[in-house]
């Protein structure tokens, strides 16, 4: 599979400290989800060495609150048509606005973009 015809959606989310467990399994049924409807791969993460900066930064860009890290995940998908037709799919599956509803985080404050491969080396 050539990998620069792939696609990635990527997201960040400010996540309550006392909520990073209960979102590890919400993540897991996210993953599983978008796995079905057609990501090769889905990696969640947790700010480990995340600071804020001079003009910006991840805290920054989710306007971290004292009691909250940053998650960031991505998803891999073929390419982009593929991840078109996966994201209109979700969109229309029930399941996908119920997990909305039981997130372990502020979706307010989530931001998100699909991006090409540049290069993967």
């Known amino acids: ?3 620069l015809n792939q696609y990635v959606d990527a997201y960040v989310i400010p996540v309550p400290k006392s909520k990073v467990e209960a979102y590890k399994t919400f993540s897991k049924k996210i993953g ?7 990501a090769l791969e889905y990696v969640d993460c947790v700010a480990d060495d995340v600071k804020p900066g001079k003009q910006t930064s ?5 306007k971290l609150g004292d009691d909250e890290t940053v998650m960031l995940s991505w998803a891999v998908y073929k390419s982009r048509d593929e991840r078109d037709r996966a994201m209109q799919a979700m969109m229309a599956d029930t399941a996908f606005k119920e997990m909305g509803k039981t997130m372990p985080a502020d979706g307010k404050r989530m931001f998100m973009g699909g991006f090409k491969v540049l290069q993967a080396l």
């Open 1 to 3: 599979m050539n990998k």
């Open 58 to 62: 991840f805290p920054q860009a989710v």
């Open 32 to 38: 599983d989800f978008v796995k079905k409807h057609g």
